[in-house]
């Protein structure tokens, strides 16, 4: 099993920056990615950036030249930049490991 703690949410105005963190510990050499997700209310959960353990990554179309997401399989970071209000959701850190886990999530709210 992985297990996973977020930090760093919060609130900050339009076009300000927030980073998120999350911290991988137990079975993290079987971890082939780690990713953050969002989920606004009233929206499903979608892929915000992705790290594998090769070092490639993806980002979703939005957030592309915004965020940037770096570490390695035991500890991952998401710097944001340029923040939207539509970037309001709550995210999570998510390691697949042949098994998807999940951290609990971390509030990120921006206002306008």
Same mark, same amino acid.
């Given at each position: 099993?992985?297990?996973?703690?977020?930090?760093? !949410?919060?609130?900050?105005?339009?076009?300000?920056?927030?980073?998120?963190?999350?911290?991988?510990?137990?079975?993290?050499?079987?971890?082939?990615?780690?990713?953050?997700?969002?989920?606004?209310?009233?929206?499903?959960?979608?892929?915000?950036?992705?790290? $594998?353990?090769?070092?490639? $990554?993806?980002?979703?179309?939005?957030?592309?030249?915004?965020?940037?997401?770096?570490?390695?399989?035991?500890?991952?970071?998401?710097?944001?930049?340029?923040?939207?209000?539509?970037? $309001?959701?709550?995210?999570?850190?998510?390691?697949?490991?042949?098994?998807?886990?999940? !951290?609990?999530?971390?509030?990120? $709210?921006?206002?306008?």
């Amino acid at each position: 099993q992985v297990h996973l703690v977020e930090s760093g !949410g919060g609130l900050v105005q339009a076009g300000g920056s927030l980073r998120l963190s999350c911290a991988a510990s137990g079975r993290v050499f079987s971890t082939y990615a780690m990713s953050w997700y969002r989920q606004a209310p009233g929206k499903e959960r979608e892929l915000v950036a992705r790290l $594998t353990r090769g070092g490639s $990554t993806d980002y979703l179309d939005s957030v592309k030249d915004r965020f940037t997401i770096s570490g390695n399989m035991d500890h991952i970071y998401l710097q944001m930049n340029s923040l939207k209000p539509e970037d $309001t959701a709550v995210y999570y850190c998510n390691a697949f490991a042949i098994s998807d886990y999940w !951290g609990q999530g971390t509030q990120v $709210t921006v206002s306008s």
